[in-house]
């Protein structure tokens, strides 16, 4: 990691730590005794069947958690439910320690702080890298201020900043269609990163990287790690040693509920984990 991109995650993770408050709809979000996200006994089913059944989670702040999971295991229902996309039958689902997002709108949702990648990439590919994160920034979208907006200093240095953060600050000028599936999901991330959520939900953000992209979104996260609170679903136990370096929670999904947590060599080592997703 470069100096320059070690002093910026440092004053970064320094502006976070002071922010304790977001606003929505004049209503704030405050971060009490370290706790992101508060999910408790969460139910959802589905035509008879219960892709939730009273699931429980908590995410510190700063913290970067993996959640692992065979198919089926209720991963991305859990993540519809945060955003909004789902409502559940029973439960409660709180950002920071007191607002709840099961009374918000999923534009609500990403306005008070909480951002959502799944697993395609989904960016402008007509345009450049640069265009893209500047479409991303938190700005005033009305057709007049789009007409007259000019980017101030302070965003252009956020744009640099994100571009050196996501590995593409030689790209700038690219045309995003070109960029190879690994860069295109590094830019989505950085179009995230431009909204300055304090949450962000990562949905098998390597899937179908090569080994050097992998290791790079891997470095990616860990820069983040402390500076936003990122929830990564994922299935390559490679990617989850890389991120977790053997002194991070991981916690195991398995029919909706939550099956086993604890540093990753523990959970492998967990019979009932091996029994239901490890195969061994």
């Given at each position: 990691?470069?100096?320059?991109?070690?002093?910026?995650?440092?004053?970064?993770?320094?502006?976070?730590?002071?922010?304790?408050?977001?606003?929505?709809?004049?209503?704030?979000?405050?971060?009490?005794?370290?706790?992101?996200?508060?999910?408790?006994?969460?139910?959802?089913?589905?035509?008879?069947?219960?892709?939730?059944?009273?699931?429980?989670?908590?995410?510190?702040?700063?913290?970067?958690?993996?959640?692992?999971?065979?198919?089926?295991?209720?991963?991305?229902?859990?993540?519809?439910?945060?955003?909004?996309?789902?409502?559940?039958?029973?439960?409660?689902?709180?950002?920071?320690?007191?607002?709840?997002?099961?009374?918000?709108?999923?534009?609500?949702?990403?306005?008070?702080?909480?951002?959502?990648?799944?697993?395609?990439?989904?960016?402008?590919?007509?345009?450049?890298?640069?265009?893209?994160?500047?479409?991303?920034?938190?700005?005033?979208?009305?057709?007049?201020?789009?007409?007259?907006?000019?980017?101030?200093?302070?965003?252009?240095?956020?744009?640099?900043?994100?571009?050196?953060?996501?590995?593409?600050?030689?790209?700038?000028?690219?045309?995003?269609?070109?960029?190879?599936?690994?860069?295109k999901q590094w830019l989505e991330i950085g179009m995230l990163l431009m909204q300055d959520p304090k949450l962000l939900l990562l949905d098998e953000p390597v899937a179908g990287m090569t080994d050097e992209e992998t290791e790079r979104t891997a470095e990616l996260f860990l820069t983040l790690e402390g500076q936003h609170s990122l929830v990564v679903v994922e299935h390559?136990?490679?990617?989850?040693?890389?991120?977790?370096?053997?002194?991070?929670?991981?916690?195991?999904?398995?029919?909706?509920?939550?099956?086993?947590?604890?540093?990753?060599?523990?959970?492998?080592?967990?019979?009932?984990?091996?029994?239901?997703?490890?195969?061994?």
């Amino acid at each position: 990691m470069t100096p320059d991109l070690m002093e910026a995650g440092a004053q970064r993770l320094a502006s976070y730590r002071e922010r304790t408050a977001s606003v929505v709809d004049g209503e704030q979000v405050y971060f009490g005794q370290g706790v992101a996200l508060y999910v408790d006994e969460i139910t959802v089913s589905f035509d008879g069947f219960r892709a939730l059944n009273r699931l429980s989670l908590t995410i510190d702040v700063g913290e970067l958690r993996c959640i692992i999971g065979p198919n089926g295991a209720g991963k991305t229902t859990m993540m519809d439910c945060i955003t909004g996309k789902t409502r559940p039958d029973s439960g409660t689902v709180f950002f920071g320690s007191n607002v709840d997002l099961l009374r918000l709108s999923e534009p609500q949702i990403a306005q008070i702080g909480v951002g959502r990648k799944f697993q395609k990439p989904t960016v402008y590919e007509q345009l450049s890298v640069f265009e893209n994160l500047e479409l991303a920034l938190k700005a005033d979208r009305r057709v007049r201020a789009a007409l007259f907006h000019r980017l101030s200093g302070e965003q252009l240095a956020r744009i640099e900043e994100v571009l050196l953060l996501i590995h593409l600050k030689d790209a700038a000028q690219r045309t995003a269609g070109l960029l190879s599936h690994g860069q295109k999901q590094w830019l989505e991330i950085g179009m995230l990163l431009m909204q300055d959520p304090k949450l962000l939900l990562l949905d098998e953000p390597v899937a179908g990287m090569t080994d050097e992209e992998t290791e790079r979104t891997a470095e990616l996260f860990l820069t983040l790690e402390g500076q936003h609170s990122l929830v990564v679903v994922e299935h390559d136990m490679k990617f989850v040693d890389q991120l977790t370096q053997g002194r991070k929670k991981v916690t195991v999904l398995h029919e909706g509920s939550v099956l086993a947590e604890g540093l990753l060599s523990e959970v492998q080592a967990n019979e009932k984990v091996v029994e239901v997703y490890l195969g061994r």
